[in-house]
T-cell receptor, first 112, second 116 residues
């Protein structure tokens, strides 16, 4: 079964707008990661946030983590057409040998 | 080092045939993972190696599936007597097993299997 649940399932925005994607999970985690996947391709690691962190930035990406609510959000600012992809959150459970459990993903479409 | 390599990228086979996928991890990574991803879903964990030892297998890994990592470097995933339900993308990932790098690994581009 899949640990994470992303929300919304699909998001369509105009280039230049910000995109916010949310993820909820069920059990205690070591860390939470966000990945991007272009159609039919492999996964590209975007950002990792550890369970003792609350916010992290990387370029146009901002990730927050609320362990009390078991949720995370990924914000992409000033979106570009090239950001069009599926986005997945993945959790690394406490004591789980670093195997990742993914959600079903969010499909982001950025209109030029 | 160009990252995690998977071969073949695409495989089309008839039901009942055997297929084998290969994964070459990043050379210094001692952990190697296989995941399966079906259309519209996120990847699901199949199995995991630390060096040559297979330490965990998912219930998704039926007895028709076997994975090996004989010398702790590359790994193979074999599916025997393929079924149409095996059609999926098979993803390999590798990482280092150190606290500072926990969870930070790399994924290959995947091997897409289509069973006719």
């Amino acid at each position: 079964s899949q640990q994470g649940e992303e929300d919304p399932q699909a998001l369509s925005i105009q280039e230049g707008e910000n995109a916010t994607m949310n993820c909820s999970y069920k059990t205690s985690i070591n860390n939470l990661q966000w990945y991007r996947q272009n159609s039919g391709r492999g996964l590209v690691h975007l950002i990792l946030i550890r369970s003792n962190e609350r916010e992290k930035h990387s370029g146009r990406l901002r990730v927050t983590l609320d362990t009390s609510k078991k949720s995370s959000s990924l914000l992409i600012t000033a979106s570009r057409a090239a950001d069009t992809a599926s986005y997945f959150c993945a959790t690394d459970w406490t004591g789980a040998n670093s195997k990742l459990t993914f959600g079903k993903g969010i499909t982001l479409s950025v209109r030029p | 080092d160009t990252g995690v390599s998977q071969d073949p990228r695409h495989k089309i086979t008839k039901r009942g045939q055997n297929v084998t996928f290969r994964c070459d991890p990043i050379s210094e990574h001692n952990r190697l993972y296989w995941y399966r991803q079906t259309l519209g879903q996120g990847p699901e964990f199949l199995t995991y190696f630390q060096n040559e030892a297979q330490l965990e297998k998912s219930r998704l890994l039926s007895d028709r599936f076997s994975a090996e990592r004989p010398k702790g470097s590359f790994s193979t995933l074999e599916i025997q007597r393929t079924e149409q339900g095996d059609s999926a993308m098979y993803l390999c990932a590798s990482s280092l097993s150190s606290p500072s790098s926990s969870g930070q690994g790399a994924f290959g581009a995947g091997s897409r299997l289509t069973v006719l």
